[in-house]
Nanobody, 122 residues
Framework: QVQLVESGGGLVQAGGSLRLSCAAS????????MGWFRQTPGKEREFVAA????????LYADSVKGRFTISSAFPKNTVYVQMDSLKPEDTAVYYC???????????????WGQGTQVTVSS
């Protein structure tokens, strides 16, 4: 069973930065995609960003383009999302996910982390 462990969430003021990390337990995900999603109470889960291990391709939600940067460190099986210029509307629980295809569709991701809270104060 693949495990994904997120870290790096917290409380930050608007305009500040945070970096989230997601560590995968198995090297078999080398050829797969890793994504970040977020969710707030009463709303559907929302795509944030994703990266392909093999080709390094990336996808971003329009709401975070130019502010968030996703990257990967293969030897560590870890994916990061650097979040800059944070806004109060970025407040959510952020989830890491892994799947076979680089996509914005959360239904295509097979494994999920437990989530980490990000709170941006105004």
């Amino acid at each position: 069973q693949v495990q994904l462990v997120e870290s790096g969430g917290g409380l930050v003021q608007a305009g500040g930065s945070l970096r989230l990390s997601c560590a995968a337990s198995e090297r078999t995900f080398r050829r797969d995609a890793m994504g970040w999603f977020r969710q707030t109470p009463g709303k559907e889960r929302e795509f944030v960003a994703a990266i392909s291990w093999s080709g390094g391709g990336t996808l971003y939600a329009d709401s975070v383009k130019g502010r968030f940067t996703i990257s990967s460190a293969f030897p560590k099986n870890t994916v990061y999302v650097q979040m800059d210029s944070l806004k109060p509307e970025d407040t959510a629980v952020y989830y890491c996910a892994a799947g076979p295809l680089l996509t914005t569709d959360d239904g295509r991701y097979n494994y999920w982390g437990q989530g980490t809270q990000v709170t941006v104060s105004s």
